[in-house]
């Protein structure tokens, strides 16, 4: 896991506490769109060094992302 991938984990624990979009902070904080910061964040979040690293922001994200992908089902 990258010192990037840290910071994308240690954002999603806390970005809720800035100010403004929280597409506007990942462009700020990463350079990223917010398409591409969502890619690399669903990426990392398969990861075990992930769940080592921040095993509750992980587990919450694992469980919205499930959530999401069970809506859209048939």
């Given at each position: 896991?990258?010192?990037?991938?840290?910071q994308?984990?240690?954002?999603?624990?806390?970005?809720?506490?800035?100010?403004?979009?929280?597409?506007?902070?990942?462009?700020?904080?990463?350079?990223?769109?917010?398409?591409?910061?969502?890619?690399?964040l669903?990426?990392?979040?398969?990861?075990?060094?992930?769940?080592?690293?921040?095993?509750?922001?992980?587990?919450?994200l694992?469980?919205?992302?499930?959530?999401?992908?069970?809506?859209?089902?048939?």
């Amino acid at each position: 896991m990258t010192d990037v991938d840290r910071q994308i984990l240690d954002f999603e624990r806390s970005w809720w506490q800035q100010r403004g979009s929280k597409e506007d902070a990942i462009v700020a904080n990463f350079g990223l769109t917010p398409v591409r910061y969502y890619q690399r964040l669903n990426q990392v979040l398969d990861t075990p060094e992930a769940v080592a690293y921040a095993p509750t922001v992980v587990n919450r994200l694992r469980r919205i992302r499930g959530g999401r992908s069970q809506r859209t089902r048939p």
